[in-house]
């Protein structure tokens, strides 16, 4: 923590809305082992206990409550682990009481694509902060409603700005494959979720109309300045957890260690990415679900250059990205009390 920040002096109170959901669960745990913050209200649709769903929880430090008492309860700062038709009704109403939001769900994540289209809702007037870490870098516009990437946005974004903001890939004839664990869709009951659907199988879904791709775009085009239309897929994996995203692309060089180089440059100072050539383990899924970490796998074959991004869907794709947005409003690395995970 800087030294002068206004924010040493006492710890912040934060709240959960969703704190059930799975990434709502993975948020309430990262909050309690944060040293900056005091946890002390979830809320759900109904009252609950987490020691139900939290085995290791000590169920008298936080207060669990029905999402009507919300506004009776207002914390510092609010996460909302909720569906974007609720975080579109309840995140004005916080602000309102002068509080801080962030927002894990895709209410306020898209500024020039049209949200009904992508969403089925039509776009807030309220402006948030678009918190890709690590290149949105401090928040200092005051703003007080921050949203929280998605998570193939996530993933994508992060192994593609590095390139094209180095002018290293073309931006034509790009194609993104990603696959996502079940826990993508969320803890409510569905029949496509159903074991017996899921196992064996990889089902593509929502193939070119998912509405992580307009996110990717802007994403992509806010912190690189370049524009690209890709060819967008997204798979069902037979997994709880985890993203990998393989992006295939023309390269303007034939020289690998600038691809190498171009990820230095952007992540040397950022520790929650892990990047290399021909090294299985960022290949395999096993070894990033359950940390913060991105990582990022490439290899060149003439001028095609292939890379894979992996993350945790619910951690980077969700609760731990949300922890780097509150460290930004604390003024603290980014990485401060998640380096450790995992």
């Not at 807030?124 to 946005?153: E, T």
Request: aromatic share 8%; net charge neutral; proline share 5%.
């Amino acid at each position: 923590m800087h030294k002068n920040s206004p924010h040493s002096l006492h710890k912040k109170t934060v709240s959960v809305v969703g704190a059930r959901g799975y990434s709502g669960l993975e948020l309430v745990r990262l909050l309690l082992k944060h040293p900056q913050v005091t946890l002390t209200h979830c809320f759900a649709t109904k009252e609950f206990q987490l020691s139900d769903d939290m085995f290791d929880f000590p169920g008298h430090l936080v207060k669990c409550l029905a999402e009507d008492k919300l506004e009776a309860n207002l914390t510092d700062i609010v996460f909302l682990a909720t569906p974007a038709e609720v975080s579109l009704e309840l995140a004005p109403k916080i602000l309102k009481a002068g509080k801080t939001v962030i927002d894990l769900s895709g209410a306020f994540r898209l500024k020039k694509h049209n949200t009904e289209d992508w969403y089925g809702f039509s776009k807030s007037p309220l402006m948030a902060d678009y918190g890709l870490s690590p290149f949105c870098g401090p928040l200092n516009n005051g703003n007080k409603l921050i949203s929280n990437p998605g998570c193939y946005a996530t993933a994508v974004s992060l192994a593609l700005i590095p390139l094209l903001k180095h002018d290293l890939i073309a931006t034509e004839g790009l194609v993104i494959d990603a696959k996502s664990g079940t826990t993508g869709a969320g803890r409510k009951a569905s029949e496509a979720q159903l074991f017996a659907e899921v196992d064996g199988e990889c089902l593509p879904y929502r193939i070119g109309r998912h509405q992580h791709l307009p996110e990717i775009q802007e994403a992509v085009e806010q912190f690189s300045g370049a524009a690209i239309d890709p060819h967008f897929v997204t798979h069902l994996l037979p997994v709880k957890r985890g993203i990998t995203a393989g992006i295939y692309a023309k390269s303007k060089t034939t020289n690998i260690d600038a691809v190498t180089k171009a990820y230095a440059q952007e992540f040397g100072a950022y520790p929650l990415v892990r990047f290399g050539l021909n090294n299985p383990k960022l290949l395999q899924l096993k070894h990033v679900v359950g940390t913060p970490y991105t990582h990022i796998h490439y290899n060149m074959v003439g001028d095609k250059l292939y890379v894979f991004a992996q993350i945790d869907n619910l951690l980077k794709g969700a609760a731990s990205q949300a922890v780097e947005n509150l460290n930004r409003l604390l003024d603290l690395a980014p990485h401060h009390s998640l380096q450790g995970e995992g």
